[in-house]
């Protein structure tokens, strides 16, 4: 089975504009989760979907969004980039939405923004 | 609120010796799961090993073992026979039901030749 993939890999943008990323789940699964990663602040919970619907939401502003398709893809879109948005932004995928199941991560989308 | 600590910023160890890694981690609920992630170089974040609370019995995966004192809240990872591939950021994580994963601040790895 393929692993989870995001694309773009590595991103460069500017103050002010916006950025969509994308996350391809392991086929069959349905809860997708993204996670941003920065040196200061270490790993923090965007937010996460299951079935096309969030289920859950982290301390983030409203800048920072999300949805998953019907085919489990999902897509997170940050607006207004401020220079502090720079950071590895990972993806993980499970199976089910319950506590048996151990998320899985993509190779992370690199954003730089100048 | 989930907490998860890794007091150790850096370790390192020789190539073939035996390293331990430590997390402690706070949680209201009986029901949770444990695990360690490593990330290498490349920044793949990739499973090492996973501890559900229920259990007594420390999990074991080919060369790493956990040592899960769960009265203590503690969740150490053992590293037997460290190879130089097993260079990496090593992250403590807790999830408790269907909730997020809640990490540790991460401990880099470094094996000496």
């Known amino acids: 089975k393929a692993g989870v993939t995001q694309t773009p890999r590595y991103l460069i943008k500017t103050r002010g504009q916006q950025v969509t990323l994308s996350c391809s789940p392991i086929s069959g699964h349905r809860s997708v989760s993204w996670y941003q990663q920065t040196p200061g602040q270490g790993l923090q919970f965007l937010f996460e979907y299951f079935s096309e619907t969030q289920r859950n939401k982290g301390n983030f502003p409203g800048r920072f969004s999300g949805r998953q398709f019907s085919n489990s893809r999902s897509e997170m879109n940050v607006s207004t980039l401020e220079l502090g948005d720079s950071a590895l932004y990972l993806c993980a995928s499970s199976l089910e939405r319950d506590s048996t199941d151990t998320q899985y991560f993509g190779p992370g989308t690199r954003l730089t923004v100048l | ?113």
């Open chain 2, 1 to 113: 609120a989930q907490t998860v600590t890794q007091s150790q910023p850096e370790m390192s160890v020789q190539e073939a010796e035996t390293v331990t890694l430590s997390c402690t981690y706070d949680t209201s609920e009986s029901d949770y799961y444990l695990f360690w992630y490593k990330q290498p170089p490349s920044r793949q974040m990739i499973l090492v090993i996973r501890q559900e609370a229920y259990k007594q019995q420390n999990a074991t995966e080919n060369r790493f073992s956990v040592n899960f004192q769960k009265a203590a809240k503690s969740f150490s990872l053992k590293i037997s026979d460290s190879q130089l591939g097993d260079a990496a950021m090593y992250f403590c994580a807790s999830r408790q039901g269907a909730q997020k994963l809640v990490f540790g601040q991460g401990t880099r790895l470094t094996i000496n030749p």
